[in-house]
């Protein structure tokens, strides 16, 4: 996402657009005698602990916050976050809103970013609100993403506890992919119920049910990035800045290692592996 936004040409919600993240053109006007000693803090590590940092204009998931505001019983449920079907009047509304975020930006931002997880449950709506949109879609080794999240949950989970503020900041976000706010994406039936969050195969059948979800959903509007490959292979950045229209050299790709030496339920893992390769043979 970062490399995408520091192109110029993209406006997307930043840590500066909070707390009121709803009104980007009077909060800005409002909070303008701040700005500058914003723009001199220094950025910090996230929460995530994952040596990311950021600051008051690093990009952020923030236009969650609307879809909560408007239709949140739709696809917020007590155990799961589900698919959810939109209202011609919301889309309208979510219409007029990207355009008021576009218009609070910079001079040459004139094309909207948003990086949102849980776009993932209202694709098909996305898709035919903006036809003339790209879905970007980074995957990532199964095992590896299943063991991140698993360490994700237990983080959080544990600074959740000890700070009660971080669980409740993630809720208003509907951040819920970890931590004890958590509530998994449900496509289809429930999950196992001899599966938990404690244990890295609950992780692995999420990342399996959700990227199931994603392959038969693919349209012409999505691009699917293999993370392994964007961090090795230069022509993989080529192929996205060729398709999103990005005047920008590839920025420094160095992958994350996080070390798997977790057990995986073996058929689960091969599943999930077989999925993996085939999304590789059709990504930009």
Not at 49 to 68: H, K, M, N, Q, Y
Not at 103 to 124: D, F, I, M, T
Request: with cysteine; proline share 7%.
């Amino acid at each position: 996402m970062r490399a995408i936004h520091q192109g110029g040409a993209f406006r997307s919600l930043t840590y500066r657009d909070m707390p009121f993240p709803l009104a980007p053109n009077l909060w800005a006007k409002v909070s303008a005698r701040w700005r500058q000693e914003q723009v001199d803090a220094a950025p910090r590590e996230r929460a995530h602990g994952d040596r990311i940092l950021t600051g008051v204009d690093s990009p952020e998931a923030l236009d969650e916050v609307f879809w909560r505001m408007e239709c949140g019983s739709d696809y917020i449920r007590r155990d799961a976050l589900v698919p959810h079907r939109v209202e011609q009047r919301t889309i309208e509304r979510f219409r007029a809103y990207v355009a008021a975020v576009i218009a609070s930006g910079g001079e040459g931002q004139h094309r909207y970013l948003s990086k949102n997880n849980n776009n993932v449950l209202r694709l098909p709506v996305l898709i035919e609100a903006f036809p003339r949109a790209s879905v970007v879609i980074p995957f990532r080794d199964p095992a590896s993403h299943a063991a991140s999240l698993w360490r994700q949950h237990r983080h959080f989970t544990a600074m959740q506890a000890e700070n009660p503020f971080v669980r409740r900041y993630m809720d208003w976000l509907v951040h819920r992919e970890f931590g004890s706010g958590h509530r998994p994406f449900r496509f289809g039936d429930r999950l196992p119920e001899d599966l938990t969050p404690d244990q890295p195969d609950y992780w692995l059948e999420i990342w399996m049910r959700v990227h199931t979800a994603l392959v038969e959903q693919a349209s012409g509007q999505m691009v699917f990035v293999c993370y392994e490959d964007l961090c090795s292979d230069p022509a993989v950045w080529q192929g996205i800045a060729q398709r999103l229209g990005l005047e920008t050299g590839r920025p420094d790709f160095s992958a994350s290692t996080v070390p798997v030496d977790l057990l995986f339920d073996p058929a689960r893992l091969a599943r999930a592996c077989a999925l993996y390769a085939d999304m590789r043979e059709w990504v930009v």
